[in-house]
């Protein structure tokens, strides 16, 4: 069982809306991430958050906007979205530095369908 | 810079079929691998990992060994099940630290009755 929650599962947003994809993750981990991943293709790299900072932006449009506000959530704010944005958002946590080499944790995913 | 390969899919088998999907890759320094399954429609779940050359990562009756010499990270499974049918992904991190995990194209397997 994952211990990163996301929500919604399944989000229909249209062009012109506002919503937020929500994570949480309770094992301690000071880093947490975003991914994007599209049919059949690996996750992507948006953005990477450690110690509630952001650290890593890999030239994400800013229609996505990141927030941190504590260890323990992450969320991902979309505005003025285009269909081609359409997928499975990923978020992801681990410990910043260790031994084991960053495992990263995914949760489930959100499914993001714009309309 | 690093980077991920693995066999082509997908990959179809019969049930208690021997599995081996093939993965490579190419660092610098150290890195640290690992196996992620995504199961359709769900996230990633971390399979298996290794930390250093030699090292044998387990779990499931899956288990992939870090050959340094060979730049490989092999998945192997004695005798799959219809419930193994999913997409592997291959990948590593870098061991300094820098939150990037790169990833292998993924490898769909499908295992039939």
């Known amino acids: 069982d994952t211990e990163v929650t996301q929500t919604p599962k399944h989000l229909v947003m249209g062009m012109t809306n506002k919503k937020s994809l929500k994570c949480e993750q309770h094992?301690?981990?000071?880093?947490m991430y975003w991914y994007k991943q599209k049919a059949k293709k690996p996750p992507e790299l948006m953005f990477v958050y450690s110690y509630e900072k952001l650290s890593i932006n890999e030239s994400v449009p800013s229609r996505f906007s990141p927030e941190c506000p504590n260890s323990s959530l992450l969320n991902l704010h979309l505005h003025a979205l285009q269909p081609e944005d359409s997928a499975l958002y990923l978020c992801?946590?681990?410990?910043?530095?260790?031994?084991?080499?960053?495992?990263?944790?995914f949760g489930e995913g959100s499914w993001l369908t714009v309309v | 810079g690093d980077s991920v390969t693995q066999m082509e899919g997908p990959v179809t088998l019969s049930e208690e079929a021997f599995l081996t999907i093939n993965c490579t890759y190419t660092a610098t320094g150290y890195p640290s691998l690992f196996w992620y399954v995504q199961y359709p429609g769900e996230g990633l779940q971390l399979l298996l990992k290794a930390t250093k050359a030699d090292d044998k990562g387990s779990n499931k009756g899956f288990e992939a060994t870090y050959r340094k010499e060979t730049t490989s990270f092999h998945l192997e499974k004695g005798s799959v099940q219809v419930s193994d049918s999913a997409v592997y992904f291959c990948?590593?991190?870098?061991?300094?630290?820098?939150?990037?995990?790169?990833f292998g194209t993924g490898t769909k397997l499908q295992v039939i009755p």
């Open positions: 990948a590593l991190s870098d061991p300094r630290g820098y939150q990037k995990v790169t």
């Open positions: 992801a946590s681990s410990p910043v530095r260790g031994s084991s080499g960053n495992t990263i944790y």
């Open positions: 094992m301690g981990h000071r880093a």
